[in-house]
């Protein structure tokens, strides 16, 4: 009876975990990047395993209308700041602050890393509009080393949307290793993963630089096919753009693209949403994020 208990309370835990949080399936990265499969995030009641078996899970659903998302899953060494995206898609103000925390998976459990003597973080109270998206940036600067290699844990403090009850703390991994890319200058994520038969395509532009920069707003979109190339996805006729390009600031720029307007109905598969960016180098650069679309009738 008290294995039946266990085992069933066991499969509850891990089935609580596989809700609350997932991997980003490299629908949101830099374009051509990737991730792994979905894993709970919570290990406690899976065997112990070593860091390089693990794939980081870099997404967490705090709710059903809140979904925080690290721009990407894996970081070079001594990497100083990482890019956070939220999206809010409720009917209420988000509410969130900037104090986190950082942990290690080592010996085959999660681990405080080792902080500076004396620090604190600003009792400051961040707000994020009903349907929409934005980005937080979080910095290592409190620990006592530079982030080495190994698989990392980062925890936030608790969200509040309007009146409801504080939600729980948000929680997502990375792994850092040698060979890793930075965070790209701009990419584009696209938020409500998957996209189901969707009128529209949103889209939200990051710009990591923190200075202003411009863009060229003409969506450029791409399916991968059966073989895993990148094929591109004609416009609908008559379609046309204008060149100019407008300003894109350090914040940002939300977009809504048109789906029938634009491409005419979307068949089912994972697509890529491109736009050209051109920083105060002058270089222009093209930032690109994956997205999954599924159909139905």
Same mark, same amino acid.
């Given at each position: 009876?008290?294995?039946?208990?266990?085992?069933?309370?066991?499969?509850?835990?891990?089935?609580? &975990?596989?809700?609350?949080?997932?991997?980003?399936?490299?629908?949101?990265?830099?374009?051509?990047?990737?991730?792994?499969?979905?894993?709970?995030?919570?290990?406690?009641?899976?065997?112990?395993?070593?860091?390089?078996?693990?794939?980081?899970?870099?997404?967490?659903?705090?709710?059903?209308?809140?979904?925080?998302?690290?721009?990407?899953?894996?970081?070079?060494?001594?990497?100083?700041?990482?890019?956070?995206?939220?999206?809010?898609?409720?009917?209420?103000?988000?509410?969130?602050?900037?104090?986190?925390?950082?942990?290690?998976?080592?010996?085959?459990?999660?681990?405080?890393?080792?902080?500076?003597?004396?620090?604190? *973080?600003?009792?400051?109270?961040?707000?994020?509009?009903?349907? &929409?998206?934005?980005?937080?940036?979080?910095?290592?600067? *409190?620990?006592?080393?530079?982030?080495?290699?190994?698989?990392?844990?980062?925890?936030?403090?608790?969200?509040?949307? /309007?009146?409801?009850?504080?939600?729980?703390?948000?929680?997502?991994?990375?792994?850092?290793?040698?060979?890793?890319?930075?965070?790209?200058?701009?990419?584009? *994520?696209?938020?409500?993963?998957?996209?189901?038969?969707?009128?529209?395509?949103?889209?939200?532009?990051?710009?990591?630089?923190?200075?202003?920069?411009?863009?060229?707003?003409?969506?450029?979109?791409?399916?991968?096919?059966?073989?895993?190339?990148?094929?591109?996805?004609?416009?609908?006729?008559?379609? /046309? *753009?204008?060149?100019?390009?407008?300003?894109?600031?350090?914040?940002?720029?939300?977009?809504?693209?048109?789906?029938?307007?634009?491409?005419?109905?979307?068949?089912?598969?994972?697509?890529?949403?491109?736009?050209?960016?051109?920083?105060?180098?002058?270089?222009?650069?093209?930032?690109?994020?994956?997205?999954?679309?599924?159909?139905?009738?």
């Amino acid at each position: 009876m008290k294995n039946t208990l266990l085992t069933a309370l066991l499969t509850a835990l891990l089935c609580l &975990s596989l809700i609350a949080c997932g991997t980003a399936d490299a629908l949101n990265n830099a374009a051509g990047s990737t991730t792994g499969p979905v894993i709970p995030i919570e290990d406690a009641v899976l065997p112990a395993v070593s860091d390089r078996d693990r794939e980081p899970v870099s997404t967490c659903c705090v709710s059903e209308d809140i979904t925080v998302s690290l721009l990407q899953s894996t970081y070079p060494a001594g990497t100083q700041a990482l890019t956070l995206v939220l999206e809010n898609r409720g009917d209420e103000t988000l509410t969130y602050g900037e104090e986190v925390s950082f942990e290690k998976y080592t010996d085959g459990e999660w681990k405080p890393v080792g902080t500076i003597d004396s620090y604190c *973080f600003n009792s400051l109270a961040y707000l994020l509009d009903p349907h &929409s998206t934005g980005v937080f940036t979080i910095s290592p600067w *409190f620990l006592a080393q530079p982030l080495r290699t190994g698989l990392y844990r980062v925890t936030g403090g608790e969200l509040r949307t /309007g009146d409801s009850p504080i939600h729980a703390a948000w929680q997502v991994e990375f792994r850092v290793t040698e060979d890793a890319r930075p965070e790209p200058d701009y990419a584009v *994520f696209v938020p409500g993963q998957p996209l189901r038969n969707p009128d529209s395509i949103p889209a939200y532009v990051v710009n990591t630089t923190g200075k202003a920069s411009s863009i060229l707003l003409i969506p450029r979109l791409e399916r991968q096919n059966a073989a895993g190339r990148w094929e591109e996805v004609p416009c609908a006729e008559g379609v /046309g *753009f204008c060149g100019t390009s407008d300003p894109l600031g350090p914040e940002g720029m939300e977009l809504q693209e048109p789906v029938e307007y634009l491409w005419g109905q979307l068949a089912a598969g994972r697509y890529r949403l491109s736009f050209d960016i051109t920083g105060t180098d002058p270089v222009t650069r093209t930032a690109g994020g994956e997205f999954l679309v599924e159909t139905f009738s």
